[in-house]
Structures are given as structure tokens and as C-alpha cells.
């Protein structure tokens, strides 16, 4: 069972950034694709990018071009850079794993969470 430990969110103004890292344990990383996902007040929950064991990344379109997402191995950590960020970024952001080899951009692909950093883009 993957343990997954999300930080870096906090209240920042439009056109600004932050780095959101996450931290696992439990399972050895490098066979993990990892994932993040945000939820917004009253909306679904939505994919945002996603890493594959070997480093390919893909992203959801609302933040391609402005979010990166990346992985130290070293580390046993995940992180996502957003830069320009705007009011509409405003959610909580999840941490997610997946034991299962490739890309994946739905929730249930993944089998393991972490509990959400909040991202707060004041206008």
C-alpha cells in the first residue's frame, strides 16, 4: 500500500507560482506512475498531468504550457511547478500512484491518494 503526503499549497496572487511536491512511501517509486488532480469547490474532481516510470509526461488542457510536472526518484517524490497562475486554478490538488506501467489520465487507473494541498490564486 502506497502512502502519499502532498505540501507547497497556499494562497498566491494571478500571474504567480508554486511548487506542490508529494512524498511516497510504502512502494518502491521508481515503479510507480504518478499523477495529480484537482478538485475546485462544487466540481468534479479533474486530471491535471501525469508521469510515467520512465518520465513521460502528459497534461490536461486547462493547464498545458503552464504546469510541469516532474520526479526525483532519489527521493521518492513528485512534484508539480505551476507558474502563471489564475483564480480558476483555485482548488485542491491530489497526489495520485499507480503500480500499473503507462499513462493514465482517469481516477481509476490510480490506487493510491494522498489527502490535498490546498492552491488558493487570488485575483
Known amino acids: 500500500q502506497v502512502q502519499l503526503v502532498e505540501s507547497g499549497g497556499g494562497l498566491v496572487q494571478a500571474g504567480g507560482s508554486l511548487r506542490l511536491s508529494c512524498a511516497a512511501s510504502?512502494?518502491?517509486?521508481?515503479?510507480?506512475?504518478m499523477g495529480w488532480f484537482r478538485q475546485a469547490p462544487g466540481k468534479e474532481r479533474e486530471f491535471v498531468a501525469t508521469?510515467?516510470?520512465?518520465?513521460?509526461?502528459y497534461y490536461g488542457n486547462s493547464v498545458k504550457g503552464r504546469f510541469t510536472i516532474s520526479r526525483d526518484n532519489t527521493k521518492s517524490t513528485v512534484y508539480l511547478q505551476l507558474n502563471n497562475l489564475k483564480p480558476d486554478d483555485t482548488a485542491v490538488y491530489y497526489c495520485?500512484?499507480?503500480?500499473?506501467?503507462?499513462?493514465?489520465?482517469?481516477?481509476?487507473?490510480?490506487?493510491?491518494w494522498g489527502q490535498g494541498t490546498q492552491v488558493t490564486v487570488s485575483s
Open positions: 508521469i510515467t516510470q520512465g518520465g513521460i509526461t
Open positions: 495520485s500512484a499507480s503500480a500499473r506501467y503507462g499513462l493514465f489520465v482517469r481516477q481509476s487507473d490510480y490506487n493510491g
Open positions: 510504502g512502494r518502491t517509486f521508481s515503479t510507480l506512475a
